[in-house]
């Protein structure tokens, strides 16, 4: 059986749609962020293999979950998660949620409605940002704004995707009932442009997805930490872009992503907002205890 390195698609940090870690975040909490980094993306990529058997990909996933909870060494970088964690009095629950999210990848092709997306969101994404806040030591009570912003970033990527994941994986997370209002079929994603019916099923979802930008607007400003908040609003901005072009582009065929002469500018509407934030903080509802 291969190892779960022998699966990697190579790409790191810097290849995201959204900053991982970036030069924003203070130097002492970026170690820990990009040991969570490296473990969700080298997990990401069993997944997503192409070729490898499903109960190849299955295995090698519990191979990872064992070793983030210390019952195994299989896997290299769930040794140096394991350790981080422990050294900071962190959670594994983050992490063994999205493990949960790819075995959902390997098995579930389809999502029947927004609901079911939402329920496949709260273990592929709201984890990631759960764990940088635990990093950081913020409170749990900003916990419902980053679920939302984590949550719009998933379906943002889920939507620009939307072609790639069908064409390679057979893997479609567009509601299968949106489809349907919209009149889509799921083969419709194999052509080289949106049928007006599968344009109107993106733009739904995207319009579905600004709500969830709405509620995450005020999380920035939720966040003690200065430099965290600024990567939050950042982020934010990137998002709200990225949403409003898929209303009205079409991801088959038109660029859905930025380029790197775009981001200073959304980059000085976001410092302008953090600034008008720190001013007038938004303050988060009482803290959850903690589990």
């Keep these: 059986m291969s190892t779960a390195s022998d699966l990697s698609s190579g790409k790191g940090h810097r290849d995201e749609n959204f900053p991982v870690a970036s030069v924003l975040i203070a130097p002492r909490h970026r170690p820990a962020i990009l040991a969570f980094y490296r473990f969700v993306r080298t997990a990401d990529d069993v997944a997503d293999h192409g070729t490898a058997p499903p109960e190849e990909k299955l295995a090698l996933l519990e191979d990872m979950r064992l070793t983030l909870m210390g019952a195994s060494d299989a896997s290299p970088q769930g040794v140096?998660?394991?350790?981080?964690?422990?050294?900071?009095?962190l959670t594994t629950d983050h992490a063994a949620d999205l493990l949960e999210a790819f075995r959902r990848d390997i098995v579930k092709l389809r999502y029947a409605d927004w609901g079911e997306?939402?329920?496949?969101?709260?273990?592929?994404?709201?984890?990631?940002?759960?764990?940088?806040?635990?990093?950081?030591?913020?409170?749990?009570?900003?916990?419902?704004?980053?679920?939302a912003l984590c949550a719009a970033l998933q379906v943002i990527n889920h939507l620009q995707d939307c072609a790639k994941d069908y064409r390679d994986l057979d893997r479609v997370y567009l509601p299968l009932d949106t489809m349907a209002e919209q009149r889509a079929a799921v083969e419709m994603l194999a052509a080289g442009h949106a049928t007006p019916a599968l344009h109107g099923t993106i733009a739904a979802l995207a319009k579905r997805n600004a709500a969830l930008l709405e509620q995450s607007a005020p999380f920035a400003s939720q966040i003690r930490d200065p430099r965290l908040s600024l990567e939050v609003a950042f982020i934010q901005?990137?998002?709200?872009?990225?949403?409003?072009?898929?209303?009205?582009?079409?991801?088959?065929?038109?660029?859905?992503?930025?380029r790197k002469g775009e981001?200073?500018?959304?980059?000085?509407?976001?410092?302008?907002?953090?600034?008008?934030?720190?001013?007038r903080p938004t303050r988060p509802p009482a803290a959850v205890p903690k589990r």
């Design 237 to 258: 901005r990137l998002a709200e872009d990225l949403n409003g072009r898929l209303m009205h582009r079409d991801p088959l065929s038109e660029r859905v992503h930025h």
């Design 117 to 147: 997306l939402m329920d496949y969101c709260r273990y592929s994404a709201m984890p990631v940002g759960r764990y940088v806040l635990d990093v950081h030591g913020e409170s749990r009570a900003t916990w419902p704004a980053n679920d």
């Design 80 to 89: 140096a998660l394991r350790h981080v964690i422990a050294s900071r009095g």
């Design 263 to 279: 981001l200073p500018g959304l980059f000085v509407t976001a410092l302008g907002r953090f600034l008008a934030g720190r001013l």
